[in-house]
């Protein structure tokens, strides 16, 4: 396992600090920090919310998230003692910025040490917690503030908080959070790409045929759906998460691992996708929702069920053809797909090289298969890599596909970390590397405000599919016309 070097002392401000990001992934992630010593001396974290709460019962909230969220075993009376002395509560509304005098007070006299500021709040409510920061004289040279997504919901609206955020804070101390750049596997795309050189000279056209890329879900949207309603897949996940994987896939070899030459790498592909507009959409893009059906042999409902039997046009599932138009990817097709209620939560790479020229065994014509690249990110993360074999015996030449297999957890021997610890600790460091810069957010944006406003002049059709499946039957469409099938095959 890699060393762990602790942090330096800080001051954390959780602003959301009731809310379901912070009980379920905040501190919990902060908590295994401390058990593993990173967390050190007198670090605080301080909750803030819009609530009057006293501190006992804010602790006793969060004994009760940790218990239930920690892993069997994990929580341990001794190291939830420790933690405790560093959780504080205040109250603090984005629209009262004259009533945060105790979080005002709780800060003064700690202004050389690292003041990070976490908004686990809703993105509307962005700019105002930066003004009220700014107002009440927060804001100091050790200062960050961390963004969740989704930034926006459109080029325009993304503009807007980040316009604002830029008028309190620099942009080297603004961090906006994909937690799917946090994990692991996704960290190891760097080493596969990079710290090979098997892979370079094959990572290109001419060697592979295309790459899929699949982020599925087995939930639906539950006690979300009026905020799912108002942003859909597209929006939530292929904005942000998925476009980022397609960067880390296809981007040039960065000069260093700054964190600005790995982004200026990222922000090139963003800028070499091809346009998705109304001319294309129809056959580039697939958008469903999901009905009642079953999963692990439980029904659940449909979407609509679910919005209590109103209309919507909003989609749970999104399948789409992208291509990058570059001498590296020219005529390489990238296929994305996520959707909920799908039949496991399983999010993959799937790099498929194209098929031998000629073989020389023509009585295994059939068995002879390409050989493909598979990134897991979840669950059971890892990379295998499948090759052709002959099949041991003294009888015929006789072929089949094997995989090398390379599973992190068993490899390393380790407790997995959850994508929020490493984030956490590298806003901590001041590390900005794993965290998207402005115009890579506004470039997204904007070409997904594309393929929205093709979606709305066509009128495209809502496909729907049952809860349980992979899919609509026009997703597997979208590989079929080019004579190919996503793996594992829906």
């Known amino acids: 396992m890699a060393k762990l070097i602790p942090v330096d ?24 920090r401390e058990g593993d010593g990173q967390i050190t001396g007198d670090s605080r974290i301080i909750a803030a919310s819009r ?20 892993a069997s075993g994990e929580f341990e009376e001794a190291q939830w003692e420790t933690f405790a002395a560093r959780i504080h509560y205040v109250q603090a509304d984005a629209s009262a910025h004259d009533e945060w005098q105790a979080l005002v007070d709780l800060l ?16 509307s409510l962005f700019g105002a917690f930066a003004s009220g920061l700014r107002h009440n004289g927060l804001i100091t040279k050790q200062s960050r503030i961390v963004l969740e997504k989704p930034l926006g919901r459109d080029h325009d609206s993304a503009s807007e908080i980040n316009n604002v ?69 597209l929006r939530d996940m292929v904005q942000n998460h998925m476009l980022q994987l397609l960067c880390l896939v296809a981007m040039e070899a960065p000069s260093s691992l700054h964190h600005d030459a790995v982004r200026d790498e990222k922000m090139k592909v963003l800028r070499a996708l091809k ?31 679910e919005l209590g039997g109103a209309e919507s046009s909003t989609e749970t599932f999104v399948a789409l053809k992208v291509e990058i138009e570059n001498w590296r990817w020219s005529g390489v097709p990238f296929y994305l797909r996520s959707g909920k209620r799908l039949p496991a939560k399983h999010s993959e790479i799937v790099v498929q090289f194209q098929e031998v020229p000629h073989s020389i065994f023509p009585e295994q014509e059939y068995n002879v298969r390409a050989n493909q690249l598979t990134i897991r990110l979840q669950p059971d993360e890892g990379v295998k890599l499948s090759v052709m074999a002959k099949e041991p015996g003294p009888g015929g030449f006789d072929l089949r596909p094997v995989s090398l297999d390379l599973s992190f957890e068993e ?49 495209q059709k809502v496909e729907t599919y049952v809860s349980g499946s992979w899919g609509p039957s026009a997703s597997s469409l979208l590989l079929d016309r080019d004579g190919r099938t996503w793996q594992p095959e829906g």
């Not at 620099?170 to 692991?184: F, M, S, V």
């Not at 469903?288 to 042999?297: L, N, R």
């Open 51 to 70: 609530g009057q709460l006293e501190r006992d019962a804010y602790l006793d909230r969060v004994r009760v998230a940790l218990e239930k969220n920690l």
């Open 165 to 233: 955020i830029g008028s309190c804070f620099p942009e080297n101390q603004i961090y906006r959070i994909d937690h799917y750049l946090g994990k692991e596997t996704v960290q190891n795309l760097l080493a596969l790409r990079f710290g090979n050189s098997l892979f370079e000279p094959l990572w290109r056209r001419g060697a592979i045929d295309h790459v899929q890329i699949t982020v599925a879900e087995h939930l639906g949207v539950g006690g979300r759906v009026e905020f799912y309603d108002r942003i859909g897949t």
């Open 411 to 459: 490899t390393f021997g380790i407790r997995y970390p959850d994508a929020y610890e490493r984030l956490l600790m590298e806003v901590l460091r001041g590390n900005p590397a794993l965290f998207m810069r402005r115009d890579e957010v506004e470039a997204a944006w904007r070409w997904i405000d594309d393929i929205v406003a093709g979606w709305e002049s066509t009128r």
């Open 275 to 305: 346009t998705i507009g109304a001319d294309e959409v129809r056959s580039n893009t697939v958008r469903a929702q999901y009905t009642s059906g079953a999963i692990d042999g439980e029904t659940v409902p449909g979407y609509i069920d």
């Open 108 to 123: 003064a006299g700690h202004e050389d040490r690292i003041r990070v500021a976490y908004l686990a709040t809703a993105p």
């Open 9 to 32: 002392c800080f001051d954390l401000v959780i602003f959301g600090g009731t809310g379901d990001l912070a009980m379920r992934k905040l501190l919990p992630a902060l908590y295994h």
